[in-house]
């Protein structure tokens, strides 16, 4: 099928064709043809209705003598509104009356009990802060005194790691006095040192220079100790007065 081309406008292609046409399709036929190989079937295997019957098993020999049918509940009297009702004003469901005078006598006791014991709670406090107030303050024992103190023990004079006798630089004395003596008769070791018995800065110097030279270790250094004392009396005589 050609497409007339516009007014004017002259169409040098090839003529269009239309390459697919949609049509509406009509489905009642269709269902109308369904239920009836539907109902053809069902006609064809003898079941009315498309549903087929079946026969329901017995009960077992017995079964009814277990069985026992509950009797029917009777309606309580009074008007009900839709399938739960409430019980009238003054009786229960059974019909009794005064149930709901009962439940409100249980509640009065109730609340009566819980005021009481709350009463009675305010009661107890109030006297035991009383009587805590008004008790008096309790003495201190003797056994909670506070402890004597203890007497120290009087301060005793440091020992020398040096042994006794040790002679460091502050000391004064004849022992002094001595020790400059013995150095003044070693070659070079406390030239023209002074004999004044006090051990300044040139006698400890001269102590260490001792110790140097005659590989002394027992001491510490510029310290006149017991080793160094043995050292310095061995190499010379003994000072006269």
């Given at each position: 099928?050609?497409t007339?081309?516009?007014?004017?406008r002259?169409?040098?292609g090839?003529?269009?064709e239309?390459?697919?046409?949609?049509?509406?399709?009509?489905?009642?036929?269709?269902?109308e043809?369904?239920?009836?190989?539907h109902?053809e079937?069902?006609?064809?295997?003898?079941?009315?209705?498309?549903?087929?019957?079946?026969?329901?098993?017995?009960?077992?020999?017995?079964?009814?003598?277990?069985?026992?049918?509950?009797?029917?509940?009777?309606?309580?009297?009074?008007?009900?509104?839709?399938?739960?009702h409430?019980p009238?004003?003054?009786?229960?469901?059974?019909?009794?009356p005064?149930s709901g005078?009962r439940?409100?006598?249980v509640?009065l006791?109730?609340?009566a009990?819980?005021?009481?014991?709350?009463?009675?709670?305010?009661?107890?406090r109030?006297?035991?802060t009383?009587?805590?107030?008004?008790a008096?303050?309790?003495r201190p024992?003797?056994?909670?005194?506070?402890?004597?103190?203890?007497?120290?023990?009087?301060?005793t004079?440091?020992v020398?790691?040096?042994?006794?006798?040790?002679?460091?630089?502050?000391a004064?004395g004849?022992e002094?006095t001595?020790?400059?003596?013995?150095?003044?008769?070693i070659?070079?070791?406390?030239?023209?040192?002074?004999?004044?018995?006090?051990y300044d800065?040139?006698?400890?110097a001269?102590?260490?220079r001792?110790?140097?030279?005659?590989?002394?270790?027992?001491?510490e250094?510029?310290v006149?100790?017991?080793?160094?004392?043995?050292a310095?009396?061995s190499?010379t005589?003994p000072?006269?007065?």
């Amino acid at each position: 099928m050609s497409t007339p081309s516009g007014p004017g406008r002259p169409h040098d292609g090839p003529p269009l064709e239309p390459i697919r046409v949609l049509r509406p399709r009509r489905t009642d036929a269709l269902a109308e043809l369904m239920r009836e190989y539907h109902e053809e079937t069902d006609r064809a295997a003898g079941a009315p209705g498309g549903y087929e019957s079946v026969a329901l098993p017995r009960p077992p020999a017995g079964s009814e003598a277990l069985t026992q049918e509950l009797p029917p509940v009777a309606p309580s009297p009074g008007p009900t509104h839709g399938p739960f009702h409430a019980p009238s004003h003054g009786g229960d469901r059974a019909g009794r009356p005064g149930s709901g005078l009962r439940r409100a006598a249980v509640a009065l006791a109730v609340v009566a009990a819980a005021v009481i014991g709350f009463g009675g709670a305010l009661l107890l406090r109030e006297s035991g802060t009383t009587e805590d107030d008004a008790a008096p303050a309790p003495r201190p024992t003797p056994s909670a005194a506070a402890p004597e103190p203890t007497p120290t023990p009087p301060a005793t004079a440091p020992v020398d790691p040096d042994g006794a006798g040790t002679l460091r630089e502050g000391a004064t004395g004849p022992e002094v006095t001595e020790l400059q003596e013995r150095l003044l008769r070693i070659p070079d070791v406390y030239r023209d040192g002074s004999t004044s018995g006090r051990y300044d800065p040139t006698l400890t110097a001269a102590v260490a220079r001792f110790q140097l030279w005659y590989g002394i270790r027992g001491d510490e250094t510029g310290v006149y100790g017991n080793d160094t004392r043995a050292a310095l009396e061995s190499r010379t005589a003994p000072v006269t007065g």
